[in-house]
């Protein structure tokens, strides 16, 4: 098999990359500048930002008071003030706030400090209560949706949106629909023609970012002045003024307001609606938004379908009759608003202008970090001068402090940004990855069409999963950006960061077995020359170590006794994986790299029965005999295929449960998995042969089946049996102690040891001793090159690498969060932009292969493997 070989003599590449030996931190990325640093100067507001780092955020740093966490998403949520923070927790412990709708001494100072955050809001986004109304909401999608309640749409409108639009201003386009209005999308530069008089029916709605949140740029706010100058609002103007021009302006500035003035005031003529979030901007509260209403444009608005508590004045109980407030901000905000958070905004207000001054200020820095930012990005290279960083904009026209890139490697192909998102996290950078909730400026700068995005929807990836390479093509991309705390210590050590771990690489494809001989040094042609003499060695000598069965997805191993022959099913390793824990109203199993507790539960199978282990609860059996569970039906969904599933209906197991993960959650299984071999086989074949009210009907196919090969897999993600060698992992071991400046040993005593099943492999195996038969000891990494292992008659295939997740940062022990051996497979083990470990093992139906069926096939430590090698010199 040509691809596999490939794999392995470009993987040998990628293993001798070189590294820096010392210890995984983000200190040592940020003590020392970015390579190819440039000249651009950051401003630091006078010499004061590391001092109000220090003050003001020391949720960055650990401890010993060293830089814990880069922080590189504040266009997702920037940090609050510690003095913000403090001053709003010493406010709440001396004063009674209370809802604003009653009228004692608590409830009227409530009201006071609400209308006072509202002025003090309008004057920081530069407007006067004679022109706006702020109208608090929920937050800026609130806002939005509001804006799109309150326009008179009809018909004959048009609503338009913009490209570069988030989500939540696309989304307004089924309120549009409801009304019959006419929905168009369109670039920025096409609004000048489509809101030119003679283009324009009836009422309609134009709504853009002031700032991409993917790509950060920047757009005019002169489209309400242009509305304005091309439809007059006299009593003698034409047919398409009634007190109103005929478009509205909706404005979503929530990105452009936490690095930016509004300077409202400054217009000539200002939007009709402007919508901002609080926590953008400060940090905190979160659950506050704000919509700015042109006052002019008030006596105009659509009446309201929906009123709450506060908004009206008088209302009949039997009768379709109400009065609403006069006042607009009392009319909008439906029941009692979040009072306790809107109060704290004083203290945002002052915390933020103590530290920057002011949003000119702010300004000013985060546009010193954004030119610094790009410089150095653009700056990184290759060793062959190939560019490391693909940003996307920032080009020459207006951009905010927002950078969206994709990283390429030494040959010009894409590395997937979802595993540069884990190493990322495992060095403690905070990034944000994928498409933003901005299809339409993922769509251009991605070079996507509605047709990619249809096509990869029906083949079952979405928004937020593993799949970021699709056709050679990234379906989303990183995004960096930056707020008024941001320090040009904090790009050094983004950019030593991917320097470290992405310089010189490149990716080792499946589907390629080209070499780059521009980027292949001298050390990596002598690993795989040697890798290549083993290969004339005589056959490989290869002894099973241990055998461990997970009974419960994601929960600790069980490792079969030695002396204990374990029986090979279908469906891989019997009871395999043939339980998970589900959390209530969720159709996706818990895993232990979102809940790592789940490492504390221990299982081990003892006859006819599952016992679970936790630390301070007392053991819990669970029969392992279908006839022996009360089951009801279910669903659930494993790497995105929907999968029958049955769950345990015991209060018992599942407060037991509950309690050891603090979370509601419950068994489930599939007890197809449970049956000997013989059943489980005409199971898996037939689902109808559980009780009827459990499977699916003859003339339909099991959902177990979708997709192919799915009904053979248990509950395991992508193959049957997960197999590792000691040697691959006794490799791992002495890169980690070569880099933490010792050696193996040394670094498993500082640390919880890195052993084989860290891996969480079904088989670990080993090299046969001596005497044991001619044969050679096994190479680290060569079962790459492996295509079938043979256990006497039983013949398994490779089907190729596992990839490998955060979920082996998990100490298997203690359910603490580890670095390694993460991290370093990620800078060395790579296929594909993939961190790989192990190899995946399958009994494929069908294929030649497959097990004999008229004997029950096993496994047992001590036993000796065969496997077969691809003839690396036909097939490279």
């Excluded at 706010?221 to 509205?248: L, M, N």
């Excluded at 055998?547 to 490792?559: E, F, I, L, M, T």
């Amino acid at each position: 098999m040509a691809p596999r070989n490939a794999i392995f003599r470009r993987l040998f590449a990628c293993v001798s990359s070189p590294a820096s030996s010392t210890r995984e931190s983000v200190e040592q990325y940020a003590e020392k500048p970015a390579p190819h640093s440039p000249a651009a100067e950051v401003d630091d507001y006078d010499g004061r930002l590391e001092l109000i780092r220090r003050r003001e955020y020391p949720q960055l740093y650990n401890a010993s008071s060293q830089l814990a966490t880069v922080f590189l998403d504040n266009t997702g949520s920037t940090l609050y003030a510690a003095s913000h923070i403090r001053a709003q927790a010493e406010e709440m412990l001396t004063v009674m706030p209370a809802n604003p709708h009653s009228h004692h001494t608590g409830s009227k100072w409530a009201h006071d400090k609400i209308e006072q955050a509202r002025d003090r809001l309008l004057g920081f986004f530069g407007a006067s209560s004679r022109d706006y109304a702020l109208v608090f909401t929920a937050n800026a999608t609130a806002a939005i949706r509001l804006a799109g309640e309150l326009v008179p749409l009809s018909k004959e409108s048009t609503y338009c949106y913009t490209s570069a639009a988030h989500t939540s201003v696309v989304g307004l386009r089924s309120i549009a629909s409801e009304w019959g209005a006419t929905v168009r999308a369109a670039d920025f530069d096409d609004l000048d023609d489509i809101i030119q008089p003679e283009a324009t029916t009836g009422v309609s709605l134009v709504a853009y970012p002031a700032q991409c949140n993917f790509s950060g740029q920047r757009f005019p706010w002169d489209i309400a002045d242009k509305v304005a100058s091309r439809f007059p609002t006299t009593a003698d103007s034409d047919k398409h003024s009634e007190g109103h021009a005929p478009w509205w302006v909706l404005v979503d500035a929530a990105s452009y307001a936490a690095s930016s003035p509004l300077n409202l005031g400054a217009l000539r003529t200002g939007p009709d609606f402007v919508a901002v979030s609080m926590y953008k901007i400060f940090g905190a509260p979160t659950g506050v938004g704000a919509l700015l209403v042109r006052r002019s444009s008030v006596p105009f608005l659509k009446r309201k379908r929906f009123f709450g508590g506060g908004t009206v004045t008088v209302l009949s109980f039997d009768h379709m009759w109400q009065e609403f407030r006069d006042e607009v901000e009392a009319r909008l905000e439906d029941g009692t608003v979040d009072f306790q958070a809107i109060i704290s905004l004083h203290h945002a207000l002052d915390a933020h202008a103590r530290n920057f001054g002011s949003m000119t200020r702010v300004k000013q820095h985060t546009a010193s970090v954004t030119r610094y930012a790009v410089s150095t990005l653009n700056g990184l290279c290759h060793g062959n001068g190939h560019p490391l960083c693909k940003v996307y904009g920032h080009d020459g026209a207006d951009f905010g402090p927002t950078v969206a890139l994709n990283l390429v490697d030494a040959n010009g192909e894409f590395i997937g940004y979802v595993e540069v998102e884990r190493l990322a996290v495992m060095a403690g950078i905070a990034m944000r990855t994928g498409r933003f909730c901005n299809p339409g400026a993922a769509r251009r700068w991605l070079d996507l069409t509605t047709s990619d995005m249809i096509r990869y929807a029906s083949l079952g990836f979405a928004c937020g999963d593993d799949h970021d390479i699709i056709d050679g093509k990234p379906v989303g991309a990183m995004r960096i950006s930056f707020g008024a705390m941001t320090a040009r210590q904090d790009i050094d050590a983004f950019a030593s960061f991917l320097v470290r771990h992405f310089y010189n690489y490149t990716c080792v494809s499946e589907n390629s077995a080209k070499v780059d001989k521009d980027v292949s040094s001298s050390a990596e042609a002598s690993i795989v020359a040697t890798a290549d003499a083993s290969f004339a060695l005589p056959r490989v000598q290869v002894q099973v170590d241990q055998v461990v069965v997970y009974p419960v997805k994601s929960c600790h191993g069980w490792c079969v006794p030695h002396d204990m022959p374990w029986e090979i099913t279908r469906s891989g390793l019997k009871y395999d994986r043939s339980f998970v824990i589900m959390r209530e109203n969720s159709s996706i199993p818990m895993q232990q790299k979102r809940y790592p507790r789940m490492a504390l539960i221990r299982t081990r199978i003892d006859a006819n029965v599952l016992v679970l282990d936790a630390p301070d609860h007392p053991s819990l059996k669970v029969s392992l005999d279908p006839a022996g569970l009360f089951l009801e039906t279910t669903q659930s969904s494993v790497c995105g295929s929907r999968v029958q599933t049955y769950r345990v209906a015991s209060d018992e197991i599942s407060a037991w449960l509950t309690s050891v993960l603090a979370v509601e959650c419950y068994l489930a299984c599939d007890p197809r998995l449970l049956l000997s071999s013989e059943a489980s086989e005409h199971a898996l074949a037939s689902p109808d042969t559980l009780t009827e009210s459990a499977t699916a009907t003859k003339s339909e196919p099991s959902p177990v089946l979708c997709p192919a090969r799915r009904s053979e897999l248990s509950f395991a993600n992508e193959s049957q049996i997960l197999l590792v060698t000691s040697e691959s992992s006794q490799k791992v071991a002495e890169w980690i102690a070569e880099e933490q400046g010792g050696d193996s040993g040394t670094a498993q005593a500082n640390a919880a040891p890195v052993g084989p099943l860290q891996y969480r492999p079904n088989i670990v195996v080993k090299s046969a001793p001596s005497g044991s038969g001619p044969g050679r000891a096994i190479q680290p990494f060569e079962e790459f090159k492996w295509s079938s292992v043979s256990i006497g008659s039983t013949h398994l295939q490779v089907s190729g690498p596992c990839r490998r997740c955060q979920m082996i940062a998990v100490d298997q022990e203690s359910a603490e969060s580890l670095k390694e051996p993460y991290s370093v497979l990620a800078r060395k083990m790579r296929i594909d932009g993939k961190v790989v470990f192990g190899i995946y093992l399958d009994n494929i139906d069908g294929a030649p292969n497959r097990m004999h069926r008229d004997s029950i096939a096993t496994i047992q430590s001590g036993s000796l493997l065969s496997v077969a090698i691809n003839d690396w010199q036909k097939l490279v």
